[in-house]
């Protein structure tokens, strides 16, 4: 089993910035992907931002240029740095990993972190 814990959230005004983080623990043979998703009141959850075992990354074109996904693998740990954030940035964050052994995976969510952009 993975347990994901998340932090970083909170209340920010139009132009702020905040960072997220995700640290991942439990049986961990290996990390693979891991993912950030967000879903806004009365919206489906979406996928933001993605970083490969490699480094590869991929954003939504609603956050390219502005949030950046990173990860630590010694410490099993991805990133969300959201720059000039904006009011329909306002959701809770979810991250997802897929971790498991070359024969087998799984995805594992955290527990989301409200995220609320507002003057």
């Known amino acids: 089993q993975v347990q994901l814990v998340e932090s970083g959230g909170g209340l920010v005004q139009p132009g702020g910035s905040l960072r997220l983080s995700c640290a991942a623990s439990?049986?961990?043979?290996?990390?693979?992907?891991m993912d950030w998703y967000r879903q806004a009141p009365g919206k489906q959850r979406e996928l933001v931002a993605t970083?490969?075992?490699?480094?590869?990354?991929n954003y939504a074109d609603s956050v390219k240029g502005r949030f950046t996904i990173s990860r630590d693998n010694a410490k099993n740990t991805v990133y969300l740095q959201m720059n000039s954030l904006k009011p329909e940035d306002t959701a809770v964050y979810y991250c997802?990993?897929?971790?498991?052994?070359?024969?087998?995976?799984?995805?594992?969510w955290g527990q989301g972190t409200q995220v609320t952009v507002s003057s």
């Open positions: 997802k990993v897929l971790a498991g052994t070359p024969e087998v995976a799984y995805n594992y």
């Open positions: 439990g049986s961990i043979f290996s990390i693979y992907r």
């Open positions: 970083i490969t075992s490699d480094g590869s990354t």
